[in-house]
């Protein structure tokens, strides 16, 4: 979940990252490695609601999920100041800087000093849950390839760049590395906060938010009890003509095409019902001249992949049972094989994106020639 105090920095990084991870086997199984955190987590002060927990889906992701009806005021979580990386207090400046990047660079080089200590850490159960994870600039040439060019080679190593040129970071030092990833895919605005960033996936109805008091923050429900939807997603895509495009995608098939950096803010911190940023992504793109319409929908409908999507969907299945007999073979595990099957996912995802969008555009663009609908 993406919740209304998350920094847009961060939120920025994030964006960029979604769906392609490419997740490493844990060194211990999701439930046991879940509860000894949990144990630690109470131990030393905090609260955890134990009506939620991790849940690994088909597709090998790890999310947190509610196993029964949690009512609304309820606390989720309470995690004193002392477990976070990043903040001492609420008057701490919140890893923040006058630019906001110095800040981030130090939970990263802390999150690194405290992974090299080892179990000699006292973040030790909160950090070795967090598995080991791997940027696309780690693929081979293979993995890169069943991308079929949705990302240029500057997307590919977007954040190793932001970290050697704003952090000065080491991405040869593999604790910096794991670090920065880890950074990227779960810290809110106050840094790492263990549990809380299991929940970094909206769950479409915004009903919890993150509160912060003097002893710690809390995770409370509002606005409802838990429920699991779908919820935007972010994509940039270059078209072959060379034209460079984003858009969010909501559920519904109610998406926003070059979404301004206004709507951005709006969706990752205001507080409202799905429907209300469904209704205020359509109105956004409604607002688009029917020229800015026609680029995209023509872009797209230009853009030729190599496979269908049932083939996409046949060479995921294949990869995916490859995997799986590797694992019953006792056999280490092939980080190409996996790094493919987040290619092939994310190009799978992102081709259905794209469809959806090209219609919404030529959707818009059938009302106005009809006369149904005026140009904005």
Not at 10 to 36: E, F, H, I, K, M
Not at 158 to 173: P, T
Request: negative net charge; charged residues 20%.
């Amino acid at each position: 979940m993406t919740f209304p105090t998350a920094n847009s920095l961060v939120s920025n990084l994030l964006l960029s990252l979604l769906l392609l991870l490419s997740l490493v086997a844990p060194s211990q199984s999701n439930n046991d490695g879940y509860s000894r955190l949990v144990d630690w987590m109470t131990q030393n002060g905090g609260r955890v609601d134990h009506r939620f927990g991790i849940v690994e889906n088909e597709s090998g992701i790890r999310g947190i999920h509610a196993f029964d009806h949690i009512e609304e005021g309820a606390e989720l979580l309470f995690c004193p100041w002392e477990l976070i990386i990043g903040s001492s207090g609420i008057d701490d400046d919140q890893m923040m800087s006058s630019n906001g990047s110095d800040g981030m660079c130090r939970v990263i080089d802390e999150t690194a000093r405290q992974i090299r200590l080892g179990v000699n850490s006292s973040w030790y159960p909160y950090l070795d849950h967090i598995g080991e994870q791997r940027l696309p600039a780690d693929w081979n040439g293979d993995a890169i390839m069943e991308l079929q060019g949705l990302l240029s080679a500057r997307d590919v190593t977007r954040h190793l760049r932001w970290f050697d040129m704003i952090c000065h970071g080491d991405a040869l030092d593999l604790e910096a590395k794991k670090s920065l990833v880890a950074f990227v895919s779960r810290a809110s605005e106050v840094g790492m906060v263990p549990i809380y960033d299991l929940l970094n996936h909206h769950n479409g109805k915004r009903n919890a938010k993150l509160f912060l008091s003097k002893e710690g923050v809390n995770l409370d429900v509002v606005g409802g009890s838990i429920s699991t939807e779908d919820w935007p997603t972010a994509w940039n895509w270059a078209s072959p003509d060379g034209n460079n495009f984003a858009f969010l995608s909501f559920p519904g098939d109610v998406v926003a095409i070059n979404p301004s950096s206004d709507l951005l803010r709006r969706v990752v911190h205001s507080n409202m019902a799905l429907e209300e940023y469904q209704s205020m992504a359509m109105a956004h793109t409604e607002s688009l001249t029917s020229g800015d319409l026609e680029l995209f929908a023509n872009a797209a409908a230009n853009e030729l992949f190599l496979t269908s999507d049932r083939e996409d969907e046949i060479i995921l299945d294949n990869l995916i049972l490859e995997q799986e007999e590797t694992l019953l073979a006792s056999e280490p595990s092939d980080t190409n094989i996996q790094d493919k099957i987040s290619a092939v996912r994310y190009r799978l995802a992102h081709k259905r994106a794209l469809l959806i969008a090209e219609l919404c555009c030529n959707t818009i663009l059938a009302k106005r020639m009809s006369g149904s609908d005026e140009e904005l």
